[in-house]
Nanobody, 121 residues
Framework: QVHLVESGGGLVQPGGSLRLSCAASGSIFRIYTMGWYRQAPGKQREMVATITSGGNTNYADSVKGRFTISRDNAKNTVFLQMNSLKPEDTAVYYC???????????????WGQGTQVTVSS
C-alpha cells in the first residue's frame, strides 16, 4: 500500500503564493507519474499538473505560467509552487501518484486526503 500525505494548504489573498508538498510512503517499488488535482465545490476533479519520474511536466491551461510542479525522487515527494493565486484557484487539492508496490504485476493510482486552498481577500 502507498500512503500520500499533503501539506501546505491554507488561506491566501489574491496575488499571493502557496507551496504544497506531498510525501509518499509505504511499500514502494517504483513511483512513475506524480501529480496534483483539484476539486472546487460543485465541480468535477480536474488535473492541475503532473510530472513523470524523468521530469517531464504537464499543466492545465488555467495554471500555466503561475504554478510549477517539481519532485524529489529520492524522497518520493512532489511539490506544487503556486504563484499569482486567483479566487478561482480555491479548491481542495489532491496529490496523486502512479506507483508499483513489490510483487505487483502493474502500477496503481493512489490519492492523498486533500488539502484546502482558499484564495480570498
Amino acid at each position: 500500500q502507498v500512503h500520500l500525505v499533503e501539506s501546505g494548504g491554507g488561506l491566501v489573498q489574491p496575488g499571493g503564493s502557496l507551496r504544497l508538498s506531498c510525501a509518499a510512503s509505504g511499500s514502494i517499488f517504483r513511483i512513475y507519474t506524480m501529480g496534483w488535482y483539484r476539486q472546487a465545490p460543485g465541480k468535477q476533479r480536474e488535473m492541475v499538473a503532473t510530472i513523470t519520474s524523468g521530469g517531464n511536466t504537464n499543466y492545465a491551461d488555467s495554471v500555466k505560467g503561475r504554478f510549477t510542479i517539481s519532485r524529489d525522487n529520492a524522497k518520493n515527494t512532489v511539490f506544487l509552487q503556486m504563484n499569482s493565486l486567483k479566487p478561482e484557484d480555491t479548491a481542495v487539492y489532491y496529490c496523486n501518484c502512479n506507483a508499483q508496490i513489490p510483487l505487483a504485476i502493474s502500477p496503481s493510482n493512489y490519492w492523498g486526503q486533500g488539502t484546502q486552498v482558499t484564495v480570498s481577500s
